[in-house]
């Protein structure tokens, strides 16, 4: 069976959508009319094309993290009730709102029916469950607890969720504030500024520095303000087409990396990850090699995920993997340490969650004092530069009272 979208009329006129499993369109307008429904039009699901068609990745569907936890929570509260999986996916199909979540589950379903294991069914779909998601779900298939690894699986992208709502919400207010300030000294220098610059044009005194300085920015903002604004997003748009480019975009990696703030943050973020998805990976009994390969990948620094290759091949090498991390000099030092605590203990696992969840808390610190920081900062910055304004303004006025007395 495969899921079909479908328009039909109600008994009382009411035109009505939705989703809904069968063989066939044929099968499908059957059940519409059972149901006293008049079908006019049904379709093979988007969902079931793109599954197919596995392919054209840019066409597949997507889903935000939110909602990957909502139904990854459902699936597992169901399975951990003692429904049957394909059960399982149907009632949470039927639990979301989102018409194309639900063709996606129904078509999971009828992988799933046809025999199908679900991380089989869930390969489908790599735009919506990543290499993380589908090793986890095969671990737990294969152990026999895919609900406690699904639950797993909803507690991590639900954390993952909450730090990436705060680090969002952390750089809207700078974010506005740049775009005021910008907004506030290009309207002073498009139009309050050359106005009052007539006032002192025909009084044959020579201006202040400052106030010749302001004039000179006024007149190269009115005349190539938008010429230099239009260059600024063709640059933008250029530097984006050359990062395609992987040898490019990791060589740009590398250089912020060593940027002194910026470069801490990413990889302080970046282990944070690394070590989470590493902990979960092998507590869902998925081995180390097969797990440092998914960790590495979902790191977003190109240095820092290729330096997991050479982890890779150390540990298949016999070697530790404290050491293969600590040669690789890509990872916070108190990593590392821990790493070898856990590894000397054999309690590896327990100490990567440690591990997470103190590069989590440092990041966090450490994101909120630098915003606490920026913010008055740029309130500064804008201050001052209204204030050179004003004093470009100001300082002919009081020479031309000095003339006068």
């Known amino acids: 069976m495969g899921a079909y979208s479908y328009q039909a009329i109600a008994v009382g006129g009411k035109k009505i959508?939705?989703?809904?499993?069968?063989?066939?369109?044929?099968?499908?307008?059957?059940?519409l009319r059972e149901k006293n429904l008049k079908p006019i039009k049904v379709t093979v699901t988007a969902a079931q094309i793109n599954g197919q068609t596995s392919g054209f990745a840019f066409f597949q569907p997507r889903i935000k993290i939110a909602?990957?936890?909502?139904?990854?929570?459902?699936?597992?509260?169901?399975?951990?009730?003692?429904?049957?999986?394909?059960?399982?996916?149907?009632t949470?199909?039927?639990?979301?709102?989102?018409?194309?979540?639900?063709?996606?589950?129904?078509?999971?379903?009828?992988?799933?029916?046809?025999?199908?294991?679900?991380?089989?069914?869930?390969?489908?779909y790599p735009k919506i469950f990543n290499d993380l998601y589908r090793a986890m779900v095969q671990a737990g298939e294969h152990a026999g607890f895919l609900g406690e690894v699904l639950e797993q699986l909803a507690e991590y992208t639900e954390?993952?969720?909450?730090?990436?709502?705060?680090?969002?919400?952390?750089?809207?207010?700078?974010?506005?504030?740049?775009?005021?300030a910008f907004a506030v000294v290009g309207g002073l220098m498009a139009f309050l500024v050359p106005e009052l610059v007539r006032m002192f044009e025909n009084t044959g005194n020579e201006l202040p520095l400052l106030t010749r300085i302001i004039i000179a920015v006024s007149d190269y903002v009115v005349a190539?303000?938008?010429?230099?604004?239009?260059?600024?997003?063709?640059?933008?748009?250029?530097?984006?087409?050359?990062?395609?480019n992987r040898n490019n975009l990791a060589r740009f990696h590398r250089v912020v990396l060593k940027i002194p703030v910026i470069g801490y943050l990413i990889r302080i973020a970046n282990a944070a990850r690394f070590s989470n998805t590493l902990s979960i990976l092998m507590s869902s009994g998925v081995p180390l090699l097969e797990a440092l390969r998914i960790a590495g990948e979902v790191l977003s620094n190109l240095v820092m995920r290729d330096s997991c290759l050479a982890i890779i091949n150390d540990v298949r090498e016999g070697g530790s993997l404290y050491r293969a991390l600590e040669k690789t000099q890509q990872f916070p030092p108190m990593m590392v340490h821990m790493v070898?605590?856990?590894?000397?203990?054999?309690?590896?696992?327990?100490?990567?969650?440690?591990?997470?969840?103190?590069?989590?808390?440092?990041?966090?610190?450490?994101?909120?004092?630098?915003?606490?920081l920026l913010e008055p900062l740029m309130v500064i910055g804008m201050g001052g530069m209204v204030l050179l304004i004003v004093l470009s303004i100001l300082l002919p006025v009081f020479n031309l009272n000095d003339l006068v007395k």
């Open 67 to 90: 909602d990957l936890a909502l139904i990854t929570r459902q699936l597992a509260i169901l399975l951990q009730a003692g429904l049957p999986l394909d059960e399982a996916l149907q």
């Open 340 to 372: 070898a605590s856990g590894e000397a203990s054999g309690e590896l696992e327990q100490m990567l969650t440690k591990v997470a969840n103190n590069q989590d808390r440092e990041l966090r610190a450490y994101l909120k004092t630098a915003m606490n």
């Open 159 to 180: 954390a993952r969720q909450q730090v990436q709502q705060e680090l969002s919400g952390a750089m809207i207010y700078p974010i506005i504030l740049a775009l005021i």
């Open 224 to 244: 190539y303000g938008l010429w230099t604004l239009g260059g600024m997003l063709g640059l933008w748009f250029l530097t984006m087409f050359i990062l395609r």
């Open 17 to 31: 959508k939705g989703v809904i499993e069968g063989d066939s369109e044929r099968h499908v307008r059957s059940l």
């Open 92 to 124: 949470t199909a039927r639990q979301t709102r989102k018409a194309r979540y639900t063709g996606m589950l129904l078509q999971v379903r009828s992988r799933v029916t046809e025999g199908h294991t679900l991380a089989h069914a869930l390969a489908e």
